[in-house]
């Protein structure tokens, strides 16, 4: 069965350094998105990407965040300047035209 | 105000029993998904349900979509303790973005 796979399952950096979050899509879809689940507390939309430039984004997506599709098959999240609090699994998603595929997160733990 | 709010917040039961999980939500959707998460892991889905379906079933769950009460309910029957885990709901609108709920943490007592 197709999947959604992220890298790294886990990120340790130190607050101020950025971080890059790497999503492989199922290969036919063409809606992706960004999610954020901080410890305890709900899923959180971060943004949404489609032919190549984003499609909607929430207000945590502030100019720390920016995505980007580098190739065909890699959607990246790239955090800038980490905070504390942007500690949390941060889950990718993509869907063709019925529900979306979730990876299995990546844990930024920012110390 | 939540597009998605689940009920109870916290479920305690014992194995065999049936689990009842309850979602509300606020605007028009295309579709309602459920998802499962174990404690720090990722998203499982579990069943999907459109607008224009009213109930879906899928091994022991069930689940129910009252689209003029804006509501969806999943039933887990004879629940086992490997069943514990947090339970989402989601909501699609328009653009194809899932809103998820706050969850409902279901616990199993073997």
């Known amino acids: 069965e197709p999947e959604v796979t992220q890298t790294p399952s886990h990120q340790v950096t130190q607050m101020g350094q950025e971080v890059i979050l790497r999503c492989v899509p199922i290969?036919?879809?063409?809606?992706f998105y960004w999610y954020r689940q901080i410890l305890g507390q709900k899923v959180e939309f971060l943004v949404s990407f489609y032919n190549n430039e984003i499609s909607e984004k929430s207000e945590i997506f502030d100019d720390q965040f920016s995505v980007e599709r580098p190739d065909g098959s890699n959607f990246t999240l790239k955090i800038r300047s980490t905070k504390l609090e942007d500690s949390a699994m941060y889950f990718c998603?993509?869907?063709?035209?019925?529900?979306?595929?979730f990876g299995q997160g990546t844990r930024l733990t920012v110390v | 105000s939540q597009q998605g709010e689940e009920d109870p917040q916290a479920l305690s039961i014992q194995e065999g029993e049936n689990a009842t999980m309850n979602c509300s939500y606020k605007?028009?959707?295309?579709?309602l998904q459920w998802y499962r998460q174990n404690s720090g892991r990722g998203l499982v889905h579990l069943i999907l349900?459109?607008?224009?379906?009213r109930e879906k079933h899928s091994g022991r769950l069930r689940v129910t979509l009252d689209t003029s009460k804006k509501s969806s309910s999943l039933l887990i029957t004879a629940s086992r303790a490997a069943d514990t885990a947090s339970y989402f709901c989601a909501t699609e609108t328009g653009g194809f973005k899932t809103i998820f709920g706050a969850g409902t943490r279901l616990f199993v007592k073997a």
């Open positions: 349900i459109r607008s224009n379906e």
């Open positions: 290969s036919n879809h063409l809606y």
């Open positions: 605007t028009s959707i295309n579709n």
């Open positions: 998603a993509s869907t063709g035209n019925t529900e979306a595929f």
